[in-house]
């Protein structure tokens, strides 16, 4: 079993800024990544990246958040710049260990004036 602790959410002003981490307990040799998910939809991809750094963003978040994540540390990031209102969404840490994927508790995100 891998636990994964998430952490970063708030509330913040369209155009702000925010940045999510996630703590895996055991060294992931998997694809790490972010999902998201609102009230009556599907958790949807935002982010994932590979162990050797391959990295796939859902289109409505490119070219504004930045997933990373450090190896050595078994922890992922999501730097998340100019939100918009229709980011707002729990936000779930996804961690894939040896032969099935795990989830974070989640994190709420807010934008909003």
């Known amino acids: 079993q891998v636990q994964l602790v998430e952490s970063g959410g708030g509330l913040v002003q369209p155009g702000g800024s925010l940045r999510l981490s996630c703590v895996a307990s055991?060294?992931?040799?998997?694809?790490m990544g972010w999902y998201r998910q609102t009230p009556g939809k599907q958790r949807e991809l935002v982010a994932t990246i590979t162990t050797d750094g391959t990295i796939n963003y859902a289109d409505s978040v490119k070219g504004r958040f930045t997933i990373s994540r450090d190896n050595a540390k078994n922890s992922v990031f999501l730097q998340m710049n100019s939100l918009k209102p229709e980011d707002t969404a729990v936000y779930y840490c996804?961690?894939?260990?040896?032969?099935?994927?795990?989830w974070g508790q989640g994190t709420q995100v807010t934008v909003s004036s």
């Open positions: 055991k060294s992931i040799f998997g694809t």
């Open positions: 996804y961690a894939w260990w040896i032969v099935r994927g795990f």
